[in-house]
């Protein structure tokens, strides 16, 4: 997503070897790491990106349309993924529990229950199910909650979960007047974030990586680069520069 706002910003500034290279590199290593949520979301970034750049009613109306087909998809993955032959790719053991996700997401919506309206402050997620790890493992689950919603309601409570979706929507909103494809970034974002809870931390490689996405789309000086850098051609050309001997000497040279 990154390199794709990148190239859209700004086109000369890769050739094309060096977009094939780029983008052959990170497709490779995401199909090596065997991530399928990683998978999901950069498929669902690229079609939606070219359906959002036609329109984005269009967008909004295949966005319904796949979240409608991707619950028939679930309710016969098993059939579909070895029809593919897919099923040592997908890791066909561990897609109906979602590698224990299902387990973890209703063990921490029984718990929510607790802390509703403001949670239960910092690290009360990751406290909750340390103190329960022995029943989780035997359920057949190992980690945390996975889940960047529930993560961030078990610690805010709704109120902070709809405090913070408030800011999330608007900043694409507003990115989405200068990039016709930031909604497919917003969706896809979403659906990452509902298998893992990388939104609500700070120390990994993906939270930094959406920051810096939101400051190119939003900020004036890099999403309207062309603007700034026109204005400030001019401001060096209607000014008037002497030029001393010693410099003469030194261009001339």
């Known amino acids: 997503m ?10 000369g500034l890769f050739n094309r070897f060096q977009k094939i290279l780029i983008y052959g590199t990170i497709i490779y290593f995401m199909f090596e790491c065997g991530s399928r949520t990683a998978l999901s979301a950069t498929l669902m ?25 991707l619950t ?29 996700r299902y387990i973890a997401w209703r063990f921490a919506w029984e718990h929510i229950q607790d802390f509703f309206i403001f949670g239960g402050g910092f690290g009360n997620d990751e ?4 103190h329960n790890y022995a029943y989780l493992r035997t359920l057949g689950h190992h980690g945390g909650v996975h889940n960047s919603y529930l993560t961030m309601w078990f610690n805010c409570g709704i109120m902070g979960l709809l405090i913070y979706f408030r800011s999330f929507f608007l900043i694409f909103f507003k990115a989405s007047k200068r990039v016709p494809f930031a909604f497919a970034i917003m969706f ?9 809870s990388w939104l609500t931390g700070s ?20 999403a309207e680069w062309q603007v700034f850098d026109q204005e400030s051609t001019s401001e060096v050309e209607g000014t008037s520069v002497p030029v ?5 000497f030194n261009i001339a040279q």
């Not at 079609?47 to 087909?69: P, Y």
């Not at 066909?92 to 979602?98: I, K, N, Q, R």
């Not at 400051?215 to 000086?221: I, K, Q, R, S, Y």
């Open 2 to 11: 990154l390199f794709t706002v990148i190239n859209h910003l700004n086109d």
């Open 45 to 69: 970034f690229f079609v939606f990106s070219r359906v959002f750049r036609i329109s984005q009613f269009i967008g909004f109306i295949s966005i319904t349309t796949f979240i409608l087909l």
């Open 72 to 100: 028939f998809i679930m309710a016969n993955l098993d059939t579909i993924v070895v029809d593919l032959g897919l099923q040592d790719t997908l890791r066909l053991d561990t897609l109906d529990d979602a590698s224990g």
């Open 127 to 130: 406290w909750i199910m340390r």
């Open 188 to 196: 896809s974002v979403m659906f990452s974030v509902l298998y893992e």
């Open 203 to 222: 120390l990994n490689p993906f939270t930094i990586i959406l920051v810096v996405i939101l400051t190119m789309l939003t900020e004036d000086e890099i």
């Open 244 to 248: 001393t001997p010693a410099l003469t």
